[in-house]
């Protein structure tokens, strides 16, 4: 859906050694601006010689631009600014490997625009033409977190290898002022075989990285591996680094926790993780397993824990991944693998049982939370697709039906015990992760990899402006050649990044491994 006008054009035909034809100026409406082509001035270069306007309009506005004359559209159009090429993929999807990690991060001023790959690589370019300003190949395997300073003249990746490098760099030629090996920490394991698609999961690295006030990192590392025996083990601590990566405060105090923790909420009320376990060794633990964790900054001392009963019959174990919040008076939420949203209320749980299991003809269908974020006093919620619990029917067999909540995006209200559905979205597209933007009213969904089908006009990405009543809301769609990756990244003033991956068209791979910038 393109709301582009050109005016003054005419048809030309012209001989295959004319010379090429110019292109008429034109104008698109975008959310909260407009881009400009031809020979246009103001406004913020993006390349292609086209620029970008900042500028509020409304559907049915004439407005007059660079000798243009448009009338607003009723709902904008997605334009991309720019995009990046980050390496051949294409082994690795032929070989049936999923989305690849790619890390993004726009700097504070939204200038420029840190790429963590895959590959190893970490790139930052302009964040508007997308000029490369820097590159640096930081290890065989992948780039998993990025962050900034708040100045933006230090950016800081952890990658996920034997040794779990963090590394502050200086921006932009991204020389080392100071690396932590966080493998110290958790333990090292050998780099897997080549065959191994996933293989590389089982590498230390951090599961989250966050810039804390006063310039201080807090990061989680974490280690699953099986040993030289075939034992699982996992291990995983908390710390609070200064900036010069030195070791401030630990959780726990001594040594590393026997668990995984693969993420990490942050707010003024503390610090919220959800210790899990894949060993296969006898422990003595101490942590909410399948529960939450939570942690006073900038101490790292415990608060509280929230101890989250499974599902039964269905499921044996409780399970957080993204989904994992605190509400505006501290109280942590959890969206779980089951489908359940709990909300901690003092030494009780709150339950929403939102996609939690529906038994179609003695088959049970869940969709499992994905990402969660409390704002504005609400909260938003992703659902999966369609899936059975595993264990409580054969693996190979295909949800009957699908779930009624699968592959949806929730506004949900909560007061006190009562919970509503404010607004919801469902379509055809596969969700692949959402991002609150730091505007504080655009949200951002990736559309991924499908299961169900074999359309290739449904990637990309759409984006919602919160500000418009939940009765009047449109999407905004933003299409890519290839699936997205879940995590998506955007600037405070609108503009956003995704990472797109090729994907298999019977036995041939199609697309390209590259980021792109929209508005």
């Given at each position: 859906?393109?709301?582009?006008?050109?005016?003054?054009?005419?048809?030309?035909?012209?001989?295959?050694?004319?010379?090429?034809?110019?292109?008429?100026?034109?104008?698109?409406?975008?959310?909260?601006?407009?881009?400009?082509?031809?020979?246009?001035?103001?406004?913020?270069?993006?390349?292609?010689?086209?620029?970008?306007?900042?500028?509020?309009?409304?559907?049915?506005?004439?407005?007059?631009?660079?000798?243009?004359?448009?009338?607003?559209?009723?709902?904008?159009?997605?334009?991309?600014?720019?995009?990046?090429?980050?390496?051949?993929?294409?082994?690795?999807?032929?070989?049936?490997?999923?989305?690849?990690?790619?890390?993004?991060?726009?700097?504070?001023?939204?200038?420029?625009?840190?790429?963590?790959?895959?590959?190893?690589?970490?790139?930052?370019?302009?964040?508007?033409?997308?000029?490369?300003?820097?590159?640096?190949?930081?290890?065989?395997?992948?780039?998993?977190?990025?962050?900034?300073?708040?100045?933006?003249?230090?950016?800081?990746?952890?990658?996920?290898?034997?040794?779990?490098?963090?590394?502050?760099?200086?921006?932009?030629?991204?020389?080392?002022?100071?690396?932590?090996?966080?493998?110290?920490?958790?333990?090292?394991?050998?780099?897997?075989?080549?065959?191994?698609?996933?293989?590389?999961?089982?590498?230390?690295?951090?599961?989250?990285?966050?810039?804390?006030?006063?310039?201080?990192?807090?990061?989680?590392?974490?280690?699953?591996?099986?040993?030289?025996?075939?034992?699982?083990?996992?291990?995983?601590?908390?710390?609070?680094?200064?900036?010069?990566?030195?070791?401030?405060?630990?959780?726990?105090?001594?040594?590393?926790?026997?668990?995984?923790?693969?993420?990490?909420?942050?707010?003024?009320?503390?610090?919220?993780?959800?210790?899990?376990?894949?060993?296969?060794?006898?422990?003595?633990?101490?942590?909410?397993?399948?529960?939450?964790?939570?942690?006073?900054?900038?101490?790292?001392?415990?608060?509280?824990?929230?101890?989250?009963?499974?599902?039964?019959?269905?499921?044996?174990?409780?399970?957080?991944?993204?989904?994992?919040?605190?509400?505006?008076?501290?109280?942590?939420?959890?969206?779980?693998?089951?489908?359940?949203?709990?909300?901690?209320?003092?030494?009780?749980?709150?339950?929403?049982?939102?996609?939690?299991?529906?038994?179609?003809?003695?088959?049970?269908?869940?969709?499992?939370?994905?990402?969660?974020?409390?704002?504005?006093?609400?909260?938003?919620?992703?659902?999966?697709?369609?899936?059975?619990?595993?264990?409580?029917?054969?693996?190979?067999?295909?949800?009957?039906?699908?779930?009624?909540?699968?592959?949806?995006?929730?506004?949900?209200?909560?007061?006190?015990?009562?919970?509503?559905?404010?607004?919801?979205?469902?379509?055809?597209?596969?969700?692949?992760?959402?991002?609150?933007?730091?505007?504080?009213?655009?949200?951002?969904?990736?559309?991924?990899?499908?299961?169900?089908?074999?359309?290739?006009?449904?990637?990309?990405a759409m984006t919602v402006d919160l500000r418009q009543p939940p009765t009047?809301?449109?999407?905004?769609?933003?299409?890519?050649?290839?699936?997205?990756?879940?995590?998506?990244?955007?600037?405070?003033?609108?503009?956003?990044?995704?990472?797109?991956?090729?994907?298999?068209?019977?036995?041939?791979?199609?697309?390209?491994?590259?980021?792109?910038?929209?508005?």
């Open positions: 859906m393109r709301s582009t006008l050109l005016f003054g054009a005419s048809l030309v035909l012209v001989s295959c050694s004319g010379p090429p034809t110019e292109k008429p100026p034109s104008v698109t409406f975008v959310r909260g601006g407009l881009v400009v082509s031809g020979d246009a001035e103001g406004g913020q270069a993006i390349g292609d010689q086209r620029r970008f306007v900042a500028r509020e309009w409304i559907a049915g506005e004439a407005v007059s631009l660079n000798g243009v004359d448009a009338i607003a559209p009723l709902v904008p159009s997605c334009v991309p600014f720019f995009d990046v090429p980050l390496g051949d993929v294409d082994s690795w999807i032929a070989l049936g490997g999923a989305t690849p990690d790619t890390a993004l991060a726009f700097s504070p001023d939204g200038k420029m625009l840190a790429i963590g790959t895959w590959l190893g690589d970490l790139i930052v370019v302009d964040g508007f033409t997308g000029r490369e300003l820097g590159r640096k190949h930081l290890a065989e395997s992948l780039v998993k977190q990025l962050v900034w300073s708040e100045d933006g003249s230090v950016l800081y990746a952890a990658e996920q290898s034997p040794d779990a490098w963090l590394y502050a760099l200086d921006v932009p030629n991204l020389a080392v002022r100071a690396k932590l090996r966080l493998a110290d920490q958790v333990r090292s394991s050998p780099a897997p075989s080549g065959d191994d698609l996933y293989g590389l999961y089982t590498l230390p690295a951090a599961y989250a990285l966050e810039r804390l006030p006063g310039e201080e990192l807090l990061v989680v590392a974490t280690h699953g591996w099986n040993d030289t025996d075939g034992e699982r083990v996992n291990r995983t601590r908390v710390m609070r680094l200064s900036p010069a990566l030195e070791i401030l405060v630990s959780w726990p105090a001594n040594e590393a926790a026997d668990a995984v923790i693969l993420g990490a909420a942050v707010s003024e009320h503390g610090l919220a993780v959800a210790p899990s376990r894949s060993a296969t060794t006898a422990t003595l633990q101490t942590l909410p397993l399948d529960g939450v964790q939570v942690l006073s900054l900038p101490d790292l001392q415990p608060i509280s824990q929230v101890v989250i009963p499974p599902l039964a019959p269905w499921f044996k174990r409780s399970f957080v991944w993204n989904g994992l919040d605190f509400d505006a008076d501290g109280r942590v939420i959890a969206g779980l693998g089951d489908g359940r949203v709990v909300r901690q209320n003092g030494a009780e749980l709150r339950i929403h049982p939102l996609s939690s299991p529906v038994d179609f003809g003695g088959v049970a269908v869940v969709a499992s939370i994905g990402d969660l974020a409390w704002h504005d006093e609400h909260l938003w919620v992703s659902t999966s697709g369609s899936n059975i619990p595993w264990g409580t029917a054969d693996p190979n067999l295909r949800p009957p039906q699908p779930h009624p909540n699968e592959n949806a995006l929730f506004e949900l209200s909560w007061q006190d015990d009562e919970v509503s559905v404010v607004w919801a979205w469902r379509g055809p597209q596969q969700l692949a992760g959402f991002a609150l933007g730091a505007d504080g009213h655009t949200l951002v969904m990736g559309a991924g990899p499908r299961t169900t089908d074999t359309r290739e006009d449904l990637f990309g009047e809301r449109t999407l905004t769609w933003c299409p890519t050649q290839g699936p997205v990756f879940f995590r998506q990244e955007m600037a405070a003033d609108g503009r956003f990044a995704v990472a797109e991956v090729p994907f298999k068209r019977g036995e041939s791979v199609v697309g390209a491994y590259r980021v792109t910038v929209f508005r």
